[in-house]
């Protein structure tokens, strides 16, 4: 599959450099998904997760993301933290089962 420059950056580092087949952003006005070839575009970015490639989660306060020319820039404030996208599956797969079995009347 094609892939695409990607540069995440906070103001003191480069936080993840390299190519890859897609990014997926909490913008401002909705979450989007980057691929590569996609049209130019500048978006501001909310508190959420920076998913790369499906595998990398970088959850950020907020920033700026920037695409032009094959080439993906993402400039955040600070990030909070970057885990696997396993875990993160997981822990919302708990999150989801606890608030089902509340509703069911059971406590987790």
Avoid at 8 to 35: A, N, T
């Amino acid at each position: 599959m094609a892939k695409f420059a990607l540069k995440i950056m906070d103001p003191m580092r480069v936080l993840l450099e390299g190519h890859v087949e897609s990014v997926f952003v909490p913008g401002d006005r909705g979450e989007f998904e980057l691929l590569p070839y996609h049209a130019p575009l500048v978006s501001l970015i909310r508190e959420g997760n920076v998913v790369v490639d499906w595998t990398t989660v970088l959850s950020v306060r907020r920033g700026m993301v920037r695409f032009a020319n094959n080439e993906c820039v993402i400039l955040v404030e600070e990030p909070r933290h970057r885990v696997p996208v396993a875990v993160l599956s997981s822990i919302q797969a708990r999150k989801s089962k606890g608030g089902q079995e509340a509703e069911q009347g059971h406590v987790a």
